[in-house]
């Protein structure tokens, strides 16, 4: 804003008794006399809930990270009962690295993991399987008969003979490539987990879980045995160790934001005033939580980061006024409250963006992400008083230093003494985009680059599009865990389970194991599909082992009376106790998204098929299957909070601007930068899943920000008569200056994330850096070249204005 200007609407007031103290908003009245009652209550509420955020908790429950009103959560949940062990379960591969499992050492080791494991809290004891369990049996066929037994007998004594006969029993037990690798280097101890610990109630803590892992990995690893541990439980365990480390970057973020502060306004004592603000909302947000009964988990984790770097952001720009005022001479009063006239609407306009960025994540139907949403919206809010309000309040009292606040009006005063020969470089730069020949640049530009980009995001990938744990990087002993699991098993660690559901007592039945079949068959055919188990497999299995292990009645025996006999011996976790329900397993080579949508794709055409009153196939348990799942839920809401995001953001943008065309000027840039985002995803390689999905709305909420800043300066100097050149270098002294800041700073605070030791923070670092950049660059090019071309070039109507701030 011109001197002259600033002088004609805000006169300098260099005493205190020469200031109306009834002038401004009633809001305004009400804060600013009563400064002392509103610092006094700030450290009250602080002091409160920083000692109610020593209670916050970080976990993560199984059921609060799966769409639970999705039909293959609903069915799965129904039936849960009687599918223990196929959502979340833990498996420990005991690795014999100089020889074989027939051992007697060896099998003693596993005997001792066995039992020290099954006494886990949490662990659904009945469930769980292994070489000791005597769930393990084996079934074969002697001169009296069928025959069967525990694949470690009673009589185990660790004898040669012994090791001999348990070697058999395996081989004829099924469970190689299931319990037992086929190299026979190592086997399984299979742990189902509750969602809580039948005990005491409460949800399973799954950071001691992991830790107690990890002892258990050093109490039995020794030159000869090598455990692997994979599983949901051990994801988060590892999550959460990764994640303690957050503390690393969030004083990575303080530094970075306070030295980017600091180095533009050259003003310690205001510099830590932002900076201290900014912390008294993250310790209000943190101490909210565990009083409304909230927890921090992986994903939220985050949060309070991103509250830190808003704070900061719109921190800046209300030091950024009150520097400039006291620096004409105003007094430091008349100062803060001079810059809560001018910004307190474009701030709450911006904040409320912010908050909508993160409220349209409610309707993802998994409630991890919508404890983000709650979790972002109240630091949001908190934000509303701390920065909009407490900030202006403080600097009322600490004022500024004198040099940095003459330093801060450089640039105006150059351009008042010397007119346009005189503007600085880069704001004369970018005032360039507002005349005919650069606006065209522009537009063509950035036209090109939303075809490419549109083009490419076609190509965007729902879900995981790495095996293993997608969350962890490759190089973690996780992933090395699993691809070992991946490597040496049939039934790998990703699992998707088909429920078969039919009348009390008719799931042994010919046709209904014949309907099994057809479709292991249809699924044992895609590329990703590695084996498949269910009664009907085991049915062909036991027929050829009654006819002397002939493979030419390898097939579903048509005799009811044999499928009885075998029904009897088989596992109980092919059939429940009803006989109404079957279960077919699916294992998979990984969970990456184009091998689950193979398999989807596959099962319901099968099921829209062969469904009918007395057999009914339901999809899906299984880690594989809930991924399914959650990958339809990610694409439906994908698509839903784009669209919410942007209509929140159009009509607050219309609120505030009053103008259909300022509207369009802000918000193009924003679609430009969420389609490069898409196009970026997929050159990195990172598909839409639970970790990565709130990016994109975080980036739209928090990037209208610098179009709000900058249009409400423009259009109000458009107002007083300017042309549009004019009027938006004006903007940029004003708060353009300070968009460059905010740009920058968030834009290096969540940069750091990128090497955090978590796979999806450093995803969502790097992504929401390139989103706050590129929002920035689209809010000081695209944007004023879109506005040569929309907005008129003189004086507006005061009704378009009637919101826009009065710089």
Not at 38 to 59: D, E, F, S
Not at 240 to 260: K, N, P, R, Y
Not at 365 to 383: N, R
Not at 425 to 443: E, H, Q, S, Y
Request: charge should be neutral; charged fraction near 15%; include cysteine.
């Amino acid at each position: 804003m011109s001197i002259d200007t600033q002088l004609a609407e805000h006169p300098v007031i260099r005493n205190l008794e020469d200031f109306d103290r009834q002038s401004g908003s009633m809001v305004e009245r009400l804060l600013f006399n009563h400064r002392i009652l509103l610092v006094v209550l700030c450290l009250i509420i602080t002091a409160v809930l920083g000692y109610q955020a020593r209670g916050l908790k970080l976990n993560a429950a199984f059921e609060k990270m799966i769409p639970a009103k999705h039909p293959y959560i609903v069915n799965y949940l129904a039936n849960k009962g009687q599918l223990a062990g196929l959502g979340n379960t833990l498996r420990i591969a005991v690795e014999s690295k100089n020889g074989t499992i027939f051992d007697a050492a060896y099998l003693e080791t596993v005997r001792k993991i066995n039992d020290e494991v099954f006494l886990y809290p949490g662990v659904d004891r009945p469930f769980m399987k292994s070489l000791w369990t005597t769930a393990t049996r084996w079934t074969g066929v002697t001169e009296d008969g069928l025959d069967g037994g525990p694949v470690i007998p009673e009589d185990y004594d660790g004898s040669a003979k012994s090791l001999a006969q348990v070697r058999l029993n395996v081989e004829r037990s099924g469970e190689i490539g299931q319990l037992v690798a086929a190299n026979y280097k190592s086997s399984i101890v299979l742990v189902p987990l509750q969602d809580k610990n039948a005990e005491t109630g409460e949800l399973i803590d799954y950071h001691t879980l992991s830790q107690r892992l990890e002892q258990l990995r050093q109490k039995y690893e020794t030159e000869n045995v090598k455990l692997h541990i994979t599983g949901f439980a051990k994801v988060v365990g590892d999550l959460i160790d990764g994640l303690q480390q957050v503390l690393l970057f969030f004083a990575g973020a303080i530094a970075i934001c306070t030295g980017v502060l600091y180095w533009y306004t050259r003003c310690l004592r205001s510099t830590m005033l932002v900076v201290l603000c900014s912390m008294i909302a993250v310790v209000w947000l943190l101490g909210l939580l565990p009083t409304l009964g909230y927890e921090l988990d992986p994903y939220s984790i985050l949060v309070p980061f991103m509250v830190f770097a808003i704070g900061m952001s719109h921190g800046a720009q209300k030091m950024n006024g009150i520097m400039q005022d006291i620096g004409r001479g105003t007094h430091k009063l008349v100062a803060a409250r001079y810059t809560f006239r001018r910004l307190i609407v474009a701030g709450i306009t911006a904040l409320l963006a912010d908050a909508v960025g993160f409220a349209v994540l409610m309707v993802i139907d998994i409630k991890v992400i919508q404890d983000l949403a709650v979790t972002a919206s109240i630091g949001v809010a908190v934000l509303i008083f701390t920065n909009l309000v407490l900030i202006p309040i403080l600097l009322s009292y600490t004022g500024v230093d004198a040099k940095a606040a003459q330093r801060s009006l450089k640039s105006e005063l150059m351009d008042k003494m010397d007119g346009q020969h005189r503007k600085h470089p880069f704001w004369a730069f970018l005032d360039l985009f507002t005349r005919p020949k650069w606006a065209r640049i522009a537009i063509v530009s950035a036209t090109i680059l939303g075809v490419i980009g549109f083009a490419i995001s076609l190509q965007l990938k729902i879900g995981d599009t790495d095996p293993g744990a997608p969350e962890l990087r490759p190089n973690s002993r996780y992933n090395i865990d699993n691809a070992y699991m991946v490597a040496n098993y049939a039934a790998s660690s990703d699992t998707y389970v088909v429920m078969v559901k039919t009348p009390q007592f008719h799931c042994g039945h010919y046709n209904t194991l014949l309907e099994v079949n057809a479709l292991e068959w249809q699924l044992q055919q895609l590329p990703g599909v590695e084996s498949t188990n269910s009664l009907a497999t085991l049915a062909k299995r036991s027929a050829a082992g009654m006819n002397e292990g002939s493979l030419k009645w390898y097939e579903i025996p048509r005799s009811q009376e044999m499928l009885n006999a075998i029904i009897t011996r088989a596992p109980r976790e092919l059939f429940n106790q009803n006989c109404d329900l079957l279960t077919i397993y699916v294992s998979l080579k990984d969970h990456k998204a184009d091998t689950l949508d193979r398999v989807v794709q596959t099962f319901e055409a099968f099921a829209a098929k062969h469904n009918n009153a007395e057999l009914r196939f339901l999809s899906a348990a299984g880690n594989a299957g809930i991924e399914a799942a959650t990958n339809i839920v990610v694409k439906r809401a994908n698509v839903q909070m784009l669209l919410l995001v942007y209509a929140a953001v159009i009509v607050l943008a219309f609120i505030t601007f009053r103008s259909w065309r300022a509207v369009i000027c802000a918000v193009l840039p924003l679609m430009l930068t969420s389609v490069l985002c898409e196009a970026l995803m997929v050159y990195l390689n990172i598909g839409v899943k639970v970790a990565t999905l709130p990016v994109i709305a975080l980036g739209v909420g928090i990037g209208v920000d610098y179009a709000l800043y900058v249009l409400t300066v423009t259009l109000a100097r458009l107002r007083e008569g300017m042309s549009l050149s004019e009027a938006y270098y004006k903007a940029l002294l004003f708060t353009g200056r300070v968009v460059v800041l905010t740009g920058v700073t968030l834009g290096l605070a969540v940069a750091t994330w990128a090497f955090s030791p978590i796979k999806f923070q450093a995803d969502m670092g790097i992504l929401l850096a390139f989103m706050f950049v590129w929002n920035m660059l689209g809010a000081l090019i695209l944007l004023p070249a879109l506005a040569y071309f929309l907005l008129p070039q003189k004086a507006v109507t005061v009704q378009e204005e009637s919101f826009a701030m009065a710089a």
